[in-house]
């Protein structure tokens, strides 16, 4: 049943029962490709219907019906009844993949609910007589009905909603009310509506009933009657209209925005979403569709960067020549015509109401769905009475002649507000709420089930949310929301890890009696994901280069990490770089942690597991053990683990030259005399050997990651996965659920962890040079290598999911590596692996095995070369560019730009409505430097406006930044730590989420390419 409907193989005249009969279910409840599974509330049976369902456009409705109904009359020969023949037994159930047999005579009770035969003034019973010639039970008619419903929500179709159960008309309600209204009173409803501008949304129920019952004459007395029955028993009482028949069929007329279809072609194809810009502090409103969305000429489909409600499109002006072809589709959307028809209408109206989604969007909204909202874009001329009923604050908006109003609180009522009743979409609709799946991470067969990032419940004035399995058995309670009313919260127990198909059942107060109730389906997914990330989408980046000095690139696999090479180069041994080594001397436990002129061997590796021993003396008068040892048992056992288990054992003959110690026979005499341990009883003890701190490795002590930094990792790899790059506010607000620090509050520690992912090579973030949008990518992992003494030593950069960390390391361990972690000085920075192996081989296997990045060398002269400081080929700010924000020294913050200052520098945050910002330095009221980069920039201006920039680099010690919080090192320093530095660079916090400070624990040679870049030659004046 899924897939397109049938199109006219051949001639409907020759059609067969059976074969209208599976034409007429597909037509009506299969899916297309893409397409959203909507519920079908409403089944259209006119004769112009069934002839669009004939796929003939030549096809006369007139014809069709006849044709159609001579079928049904044949199916029913003497002696057989519509009820024995829709209730025969056919080995046919609900769990059956084809439809049932009897869908075709329901459709036909459909059709004389609407009229059929036309003309005649017999009821509903009368015409199904007149139909078949003779008189027929429609007893079984609410059993079938129901068969119907259980078939479709089996099975991946669009489902049916039966209509609520109607006292006056117990057995052919749904006949009725699913094809209502009927014959003429459908087009004058219609015209009704349409004339007060109440078609294509949710109707106002006291407006529309005033409509009605002022019209009323002009309908059939069995729409009179049906209308006076819902004032008497929904309006008069104060019931629940959720529970009428005839509402919810006055409800999906006016929805509708076509007179005829099988669906409205388009009508949710394209809707109106916004994002806000924390930056700019603004609303930009713009155009998302479905895949199969059908945009008129002059409008082209890109991809949206996430998903929401089966939109996964952004919806752009086609061609070169507009600055900003996104607002400028907006711009010709809101203007009218079909392209998307509610936004038209509500600007139409002169408000636009927006509700916030998962991740920083919003999208527009009315009547009910607009309880509650804080964010609006108004017409200059209704301000006053906007902000005069539901407060807020007044500020410039994009749209020109309009305002938004920020952090008010929308209130729905049943008559319009005083100076908005052109507005109708702000008063109250009676609609059936909807019950709404928002945020957590959407994977490929789900939402990714990972505790603390799992999806919430959105349902306004509800009063419980249970959850349920596929068989309808209880599974848990929501809670709701301390922070968003509307929202319930799934519980990481029993839900966490455990994928399936789950049911969210609603609950909310009735007028009297039972709760209602309303329900909807998600999917929980599979916790496994790969590391197959996507790439940024076609376009022109800028993104953080070796220096300062933005790079631009295209779409592409790999992005590069500035300290790599694809090709192994020239040889360099970094033995002396890397702070994993202890020094040893002749004498049993003569260890030390810095070498002296005693101490000819050096073991690198931590102290418990060494990996290599090195004689780094003269190979051809190598000191003989001395006949004395350490007081110290701990030194006495650094020393045995050295010269015994090592993994292998070189003698250094060169800056980048190791031989076996086999080729050097005194130096092995040596070594066999250091492992004789008769001789280690012989020596005597002296209080002058060893005593020096033998720890091993560096100084640096790191944290152990949070468990919710992994599956803060997790949620990144399955939106990368899915999506070809992810928002930056998305990305902000994953970090502001793992680490519950507040989005707003501690906005500035969120960007500091933000940062400190990208330079350890996890992410990487890039500026769209086409759209005013950065995203954020996640990084292939792959290894980066480099040799050290006779072995290799590898760093696994990359986003990698924990479900490969887990077991990598068991991996790598199995092949012969020793496996190591560097760590960050906070908990919400996951370790990154460090492997030691004596063939690159291993890596290779492993790489293969793991599907990581192709293995790239550590490049010696990008590792000491001072970082690039040019403003790169990105031309001058010019006046297409809005200064909006200036940098405070004091704050260390963006803040809103006021009067230029003309002496000395300044740092303007600039917008562009096509393009990323651009940040610009000004020495004197003039021009003097630009960038997309923000830490290029400021980097830069602290140089010119202080003469150095605010880190202590201290020798032995991490460089730290001391001031001017959000200002950082060159990319390129951060991601030497993570390859070959003591720890992970990033910042320091406080019991509260507060910055202490960012640190660079890096050393050796590095370091010094570090200092000689804190400590630059005077700038000239």
């Known amino acids: 049943m899924t897939g397109t409907q049938p199109t006219a193989v051949r001639d409907w005249r020759a059609w067969s029962y059976d074969e209208w009969n599976t034409r007429l279910a597909a037509y009506h409840f299969s899916l297309g490709a893409g397409e959203k599974a909507t519920p079908v509330e409403q089944l259209p049976a006119t004769p112009h219907e069934l002839a669009l369902m004939t796929g003939d456009p030549e096809a006369d409705a007139d014809d069709v019906v006849k044709r159609f109904v001579a079928v049904m009359r044949w199916r029913l020969p003497p002696g057989e009844s519509f009820g024995s023949f829709c209730l025969k037994e056919t080995g046919w159930s609900p769990t059956s993949e084809s439809p049932p047999r009897f869908f075709a005579m329901l459709w036909l009770t459909c059709l004389v609910a609407y009229g059929y035969p036309f003309g005649k003034e017999h009821g ?11 008189t027929q039970s429609m007893e079984c008619l609410p059993v079938l009905w129901r068969t119907l419903s259980e078939w479709t929500a089996a099975h991946a179709v669009r489902r049916l909603v039966l209509p609520p159960y109607d006292t006056f008309r117990t057995v052919i309600g749904a006949s009725w009310f699913l094809a209502f209204p009927h014959d003429r009173d459908r087009s004058r409803l219609r015209q009704l509506l349409e004339t007060n501008d109440l078609s294509g949304d949710e109707p106002p129920l006291r407006r529309v009933i005033k409509l009605l019952q002022d019209a009323k004459d002009t309908f059939s007395p069995g729409f009179r009657k049906d209308l006076e029955q819902f004032v008497d028993r929904f309006v008069e009482t104060g019931a629940d209209v959720r529970n009428s028949a005839f509402w919810r069929a006055v409800r999906q007329e006016a929805l509708r925005t076509g007179l005829h279809g099988r669906r409205d072609a388009g009508a949710w194809d394209v809707r109106l979403l916004a994002e806000f810009d924390d930056d700019e502090d603004l609303l930009r409103p713009y155009l998302a569709c479905t895949d199969g969305a059908a945009l008129p000429p002059g409008l082209e489909k890109v991809p949206l960067r996430f998903e929401h409600d089966g939109l996964t499109r952004l919806v752009r002006l086609a061609g070169a020549g507009t600055p900003d072809p996104v607002q400028a589709a907006v711009t010709t959307a809101l203007g009218g015509g079909t392209l998307a028809t509610r936004p038209a209408r509500h600007f139409r109206r002169g408000v636009l109401v927006f509700r916030a989604l998962a991740g920083g969007a919003f999208e527009l909204v009315s009547g009910t769905d607009a309880e509650q909202a804080d964010m609006a874009l108004v017409r200059d001329d209704l301000v006053g009475a906007f902000v005069s009923h539901f407060g807020g604050r007044r500020e410039p908006a994009l749209l020109q002649g309009w305002s938004q109003v920020v952090d008010c609180r929308v209130r729905i009522a049943q008559e319009a507000p005083a100076g908005l009743e052109g507005a109708t979409h702000l008063q109250a609709t009676m609609a059936s709420p909807s019950v709404r799946i928002v945020g957590g991470v959407r994977g490929d067969d789900g939402y990714v089930a990972l505790e603390g990032f799992l999806p919430r419940i959105r349902f306004a004035g509800s009063s419980s949310v249970d959850i349920l399995d596929v068989d309808g058995i209880f599974v848990c309670s929501a809670t709701k929301s301390v922070d968003t009313p509307d929202e319930w919260i799934l519980p990481d127990a029993p839900l966490a890890g455990a994928p399936g198909r789950y049911l969210a059942l609603v609950r909310w107060p009735a007028a009297e009696g039972d709760d209602n109730t309303a329900s909807c389906e998600f999917a929980l997914g599979r916790r496994h994901l790969t590391h197959d990330y996507k790439p940024v989408g076609s376009g022109v980046y800028a993104l953080e280069g070796c220096g300062a000095a933005a790079v631009e690139i295209e779409r592409s696999g790999e992005m590069p ?40 061997w050096l073991v690198v590796g931590d102290s418990g597991r060494p990996t290599q021993l090195l004689f780094v003396g003269d190979p051809d008068s190598p000191t003989p053990r001395m006949p004395s040892k350490s007081l110290h048992a701990r030194d006495r056992k650094v020393w045995r683990l050295a010269v015994h288990r090592s993994a292998s054992v070189g003698v250094v003959v060169g800056p980048d030259r190791v031989d076996p110690v086999e080729r050097h026979p005194r130096v092995q005499a040596v070594l066999a005399s250091f492992r004789d341990r008769a001789r280690d009883a012989a020596d005597e003890p002296d209080e002058t050997v060893g005593g020096t701190r033998t720890g091993g490795g560096s100084a640096w002590t790191g944290v152990e990651p949070e468990d919710r930094t992994r599956r803060l990792v997790d949620v990144f790899a399955a939106l990368a996965v899915r999506r070809s790059g992810i928002r930056l506010n998305t990305a902000v607000e994953a970090f502001a659920r793992a680490t519950g620090f507040d989005r707003f509050d501690r906005s500035d520690t969120l960007y500091e962890l933000l940062r400190a992912w990208v330079e350890a090579g996890l992410l990487d973030v890039v500026h769209a040079r086409a759209q005013p949008v950065t995203y954020v990518v996640a990084r292939r992992p792959g290894f980066v290598v480099y040799p050290v003494g006779r072995r290799y030593r590898a760093t696994l950069l990359g986003l990698l999911p924990s479900s490969d960390a887990g077991g990598f390391a068991q991996a790598a361990r199995r092949r012969g590596a020793v496996v190591t972690r560097r760590l960050a000085a906070n908990p919400w920075q996951p370790a990154v692996f460090q492997v030691d192996v004596a063939k690159t081989e291993v890596l290779e296997r492993l790489s293969a095995d793991f599907e990581l990045a192709p293995l790239r060398w550590l490049d010696p002269d990008i590792a000491v070369q001072v970082p690039d400081d040019s403003p790169g080929d990105r031309p001058p700010a010019g006046s297409a560019y809005v200064s909006e924000r200036v940098w405070d020294w004091k704050a260390s913050r963006f803040r809103p730009a006021a009067a230029r200052e003309s002496d000395g520098i300044a740092v303007e945050l600039r917008r562009h409505a096509g393009s990323c910002p651009l940040y610009v330095i000004r020495r004197d009221g003039v021009d003097f430097y630009s960038s997309e980069l923000r830490n290029a920039t400021l980097t830069k201006a602290y140089l010119l406006k202080y003469g150095d920039l605010p880190f202590d680099d201290d020798p032995g010690r991490p460089v730290w930044r001391t001031w001017a919080q959000g200002l950082y090192l060159p990319l390129r320093f951060g991601r ?6 003591d720890g992970l660079s990033g910042p320091t916090l406080a019991e509260d989420g507060g910055v202490v400070g960012y640190g660079y624990p890096l050393s050796g040679p590095y370091r010094a390419s570090l200092s000689a870049y804190l400590n630059p030659p005077l700038l000239p004046s």
Request: net charge neutral.
């Open 124 to 134: 509903f019973h009368g015409r199904m007589e007149a139909v078949f010639g003779k």
């Open 561 to 600: 990490d500035w300290v790599s090479t694809g090709t192994p180069g020239r040889r360099v041994d970094l033995l002396g770089a890397v702070r994993d080594v202890l020094h040893l001397g002749a004498r049993l436990g003569d260890v030390a942690a810095a070498r002296s002129d005693t101490h000819e």
């Open 976 to 981: 030497l730590c993570a390859v070959i530095g």
